[in-house]
């Protein structure tokens, strides 16, 4: 993926340790490395070196534990879900899909490169704790839709539109790129009580001998109106 310049209010609460299996995935390659294993190749790499690519594991990436009864879909709320992200500075408004965890306890990537996926298994964006939304950098045919992620900057808006047609509006307040090592899966993942909408995609370089991009570029956004708590 070669970098370039998307009674009443919930019937189920969330149990207690919903981002277990999120942190379980030792993040290093669960978002970068297994958004290659998504399908999504280097722009500009031959179709035969991308797919050994995927064809190999990264190294030291051991599968996570499965999730529990307690942390699985049906404990996730089932409304607001969003819909649709517009990032205005970016031109970019794609829908979105949803996202599990994969058979092996992995989180799942967007099969479409073009679209970008909100992780079901945490809260929806604009109520309380860390919305994420992953999205790919780049593919065999070129950009994907977070591809000028890393151009945001502290104070840029992105909005998140919700299925109940409500508006989750957010700020950016980082723009930071981490080493596949260093992923702060505790912070994305389960950041405490506050609103905020974590958008992440590959970053650093490229290396296909170990697996794809060797870091990770979250943007972090706080709330500031809209959704549902």
Known sequence: MSRSRGAARH???????????ALALGLAGAVC????????????????????AVATPPAGLAPPPRATSSDSEEAAPRSPRPVQL??????LSTPLVGLGLQPDGTVEVPQDPAL????????????PGPAVIL???DSVDGPAVFARLDELEAGDRVSVRL?????????????????????????V??????????????????????????????????WVSGGRS
């Open 116 to 127: 970008a996926g909100w992780y079901r298994l945490g809260p929806p964006p604009g109520a």
């Open 86 to 91: 517009a990032v205005p500075r970016l031109g």
């Open 189 to 222: 993942y389960a950041g405490a009580g506050r609103r905020e909408l974590n958008l992440v995609t590959c970053g650093g370089e490229y290396d296909a001998d170990r697996g794809g991009y060797q870091a990770n570029v979250v943007v972090n956004a706080r």
């Open 163 to 187: 299925d109940d047609a409500s508006t989750a509006t957010f700020v950016v307040r980082s723009v930071r790129t981490y080493a596949n090592a260093d992923f702060p899966a505790q912070r």
């Open 135 to 137: 999205g790919h950098v």
């Open 33 to 52: 490395l297994t958004l290659w294993g998504g399908g999504a190749a280097p722009a500009g790499e031959s179709s035969a070196r991308a797919g050994a």
């Open 11 to 21: 019937a189920r609460r969330r149990p207690k340790g919903w981002w277990a299996p």
